[in-house]
């Protein structure tokens, strides 16, 4: 015990070198695991709006593709630029009239039926956002085989439609940003039409 109260009534308490020198290490210390920390971070953003991105583009090139197989007639393909058009309408199945038309960074699905129902009734509804280009590109002669490729927008010519869609973003992202991500996909589509 009497030790014990001669060591600290003999403790000074640390010089100022030594307490710069930890504060230091410290900070070198803190210093890293913000960085660890921030590459983290990043790495999750680049990963998340990745995702995000690849899955607008999925949904809504799975929708395009599915109604586009009960197509029954093409109405109308419009807005082309060599070839590659942004405004699609055809009538489905169910003699409902479908359109997607690129308007500005935003794909819309139009519907509309008569009389009109309760899931066609004519309101143009956001397919997805972020848009940063859609081309749907319509073959009347799509043979692989011999690698025949012949486009045309006369929609009653049309056999084989592609439909081509890179999404971006929803949000306002600086470009170069971890959330700057963009997808494109692509599917291929012969019309049901078009097998007679």
């Given at each position: ?37 921030q ?32 197509a ?18 055809f ?40 848009v ?21 927008t006369?929609p ?15 949000q ?25």
């Amino acid at each position: 015990m009497r030790n014990l109260r001669r060591w600290l009534r003999n403790e000074h308490g640390f010089s100022m070198p030594e307490l710069l020198v930890a504060v230091a290490i410290l900070a070198i210390v803190m210093g890293a695991v913000l960085t660890v920390q921030q590459q983290g971070q990043q790495a999750y953003l680049l990963g998340s709006s990745r995702v995000a991105t690849q899955q607008n583009a999925r949904v809504a090139l799975d929708l395009m593709t599915r109604e586009l197989r009960t197509a029954s007639s093409i109405s109308d393909i419009s807005s082309c630029t060599s070839g590659v058009c942004t405004d699609l309408t055809f009538v489905d199945q169910d003699n409902q009239t479908i359109e997607y038309e690129l308007s500005g960074s935003t794909l819309n699905r139009t519907c509309t039926a008569t009389p009109a129902t309760t899931t066609c009734d004519g309101t143009t509804l956001v397919l997805i956002g972020g848009v940063k280009s859609f081309g749907v590109t319509s073959y009347s002669v799509y043979d692989v085989s011999t690698a025949t490729y012949t486009t045309t927008t006369t929609p009653a010519q049309v056999k084989v439609v592609k439909i081509n869609v890179t999404a971006g973003a929803e949000q306002t992202v600086g470009s170069g940003m971890p959330g700057d991500q963009r997808a494109t996909m692509e599917s291929t589509v012969q019309l049901r039409l078009g097998l007679s």
